[in-house]
């Protein structure tokens, strides 16, 4: 492998570089702002979880656009988010267990294991 192909991204991952970054930034803050002043909660989840957490209650097309991965430890399957809502309703579910609805807010990356044209049916 030639020096320069080692500093090559695979297809559909990119680096977001200034200044657009800071744009980017500065526009998440101001969003996450305006949630919390209607009285949202931040939270943040975790990048990877196990397979049967990660994707319970979640349809094939999730299933599908979840990068798998197989954890050395257990042996057990685990995915990168795809999508980060089911991963806020499991603990607003499970983890919180407060009456009433929950105002939670939350912004982060997710990695798609193919895009999504390629993925629906």
């Known amino acids: 492998m030639a020096t320069v192909d080692r ?3 695979p297809d559909g991952i990119e680096e977001v570089l200034p200044p657009e970054a800071t744009r980017i930034e500065i526009a998440r803050r101001q969003v996450l702002d305006l949630f919390q002043s209607w009285g949202y909660e931040f939270v943040v989840t975790p990048h990877i979880e196990y397979l049967e957490s990660l994707l ?6 999730l299933d599908l656009r979840t990068f798998k991965v197989v954890d050395p430890q257990s042996g057990r399957q685990m995915g990168f988010r795809a999508d980060i809502t089911p ?3 499991r603990i607003d579910a499970h983890t ?3 009456e ?3 105002r939670l807010c939350y912004a982060g990356s997710v990695l798609h294991a193919q895009p999504r044209a390629l ?3």
Do not use: H, I
């Open 87 to 89: 991963q806020v309703a």
């Open 56 to 61: 319970t209650g979640a349809g094939q097309d």
């Open 100 to 102: 009433g609805p929950s």
């Open 119 to 121: 993925s629906t049916s």
């Open 96 to 98: 919180l267990r407060r």
């Open 7 to 9: 500093w090559l991204l």
